[in-house]
């Protein structure tokens, strides 16, 4: 993420320059950077052990394990049908019926799969969405508090390898947990 403090702060040429030596392979030494500091975070990290992170995560876990019972609730109906089926006269009228009943059971039980797919995909994405904007606030109260001139996402920046000096993952899980405690998120 290319900070708007640093470019409205007009250091243009200290973030050129920054991605230049990142991109040569440079060293930077001890999070300097011609008068800047760099620094990164994993964000997975802070969705994993901030308590926001940790209350969407069992949230979304409780609303999964609620539709997969749902879901077995469906399958266990297909599979009584299937054993009713089997053990029928083939060709018979209930044997007949029994089919039927139990393609009807597998299409409603597919639309089910579909529709738990896309609430959960719906739901996990607004409990992410609020977290990573508190995350992105965060970062740039940090950021100026803390006189950063760069501050990357390990995981969408493409770097392979980040020393530990660098990294401000901790310090953004601590201020974090600080800002959701009082709303109670």
């Known amino acids: ?74 399958q266990d109906q297909i599979n009584v049908l299937q054993q009713q089926a089997i053990a029928v006269t083939p060709g018979s009228s209930d044997a007949v019926r029994l089919n039927r009943e139990v393609e009807n059971g597998m299409l409603r039980l597919q639309r089910l799969q579909e529709d738990v797919e896309q609430e959960l995909g719906v739901r996990q994405q607004e409990l992410t969405t609020g977290i990573m904007s508190m995350i992105g606030q965060t970062i740039e109260v940090m950021g100026e508090e803390e006189g950063y001139t760069l501050i990357f996402n390990q995981i969408q920046s493409g770097l392979v390898y980040v020393g530990p000096t660098l990294d401000i993952t901790d310090e953004l899980i601590r201020r974090v947990n600080a800002l959701a405690a009082p709303s109670g998120l």
């Open 1 to 74: 993420m290319l900070s708007r403090v640093a470019l409205a702060r007009g250091s243009f040429a200290v973030l050129v320059a920054a991605l230049a030596s990142i991109l040569a392979g440079v060293p930077l030494a001890a999070q300097e950077v011609v008068g800047g500091k760099i620094g990164v975070f994993d964000a997975d990290r802070i969705m994993a052990e901030s308590q926001p992170g940790q209350q969407a995560l069992a949230l979304f876990n409780q609303l999964r394990d609620q539709r997969v019972r749902e879901l077995q609730v469906q």
